[in-house]
């Protein structure tokens, strides 16, 4: 009998631990990288409309696939290394030349705008030139020597930290499975004792 009570107290517990971390993995927003609705950065980069690079290494000079996807509106798409271009209403993606100048081994932001939203993504600059214009961007071959920095930490998010409200609400729901299951164990004790 006391073996019963010590396993229904471990798997409530385990159930609170599995709980409290998918809770904490679905606040991370990741999952998606670098693609819209939620591309994982977690800088307010949540939108109505999907959006991506594609590739999302390439060298200068050479062509670059960019979709917004859902966006009601006239998308714009700026960043340093390409001239500002317009997806049109009703279309949802567009090329853009990367500069023949662009700096290998930079990394850029290419900001989304779509409406009164926006949301951003990064763009490698790989080394090498493109010498010919592509016209489609999974023909630009980048070279497997790209070096970058890992990027660790929640969901790879650049400035992650601790979010205290999210430990805070995480503890709390550990201490109430566990204090339950404590209470329930010490009940059936005394009800046993009696």
């Known amino acids: 009998m006391h073996a019963i009570r010590v396993a229904s107290a471990v798997l409530l517990g385990v159930s609170a ?57 006239v998308a714009r798409v700026s960043s340093e290394v390409f001239d500002t271009v317009t ?13 023949a100048d662009a700096r290998a081994g930079s990394v850029h932001q290419v900001t989304f705008q779509c409406g009164n939203e926006s949301g951003h993504t990064e763009l490698t600059i790989a080394p090498g030139r493109s010498g010919t214009n592509y016209s489609d961007p999974a023909q630009v071959q980048v070279p497997a020597s790209v070096q970058r920095g890992v990027k660790a930490g929640v969901g790879g998010s650049s400035g992650g930290g601790f979010d205290l409200e999210e430990i805070g609400l995480g503890t709390a729901l550990i201490a109430g499975c566990l204090g339950t299951a404590w209470s329930m164990t010490r009940r059936r004790v005394t009800d046993e004792e009696s």
């Open 87 to 99: 997806i049109p209403k009703g279309h949802s993606s567009a090329t853009a030349l990367i500069d």
């Open 17 to 73: 631990l599995t709980l409290s971390a998918t809770a904490a993995l679905a606040g991370n927003g990741d999952a998606n990288s670098d693609g819209g609705r939620d591309s994982g950065r977690g800088n307010n980069n949540i939108t109505s409309f999907g959006f991506n690079v594609q590739p999302q290494s390439i060298a200068a000079g050479g062509r670059l696939r960019l979709t917004a996807e859902s966006c009601d509106s």
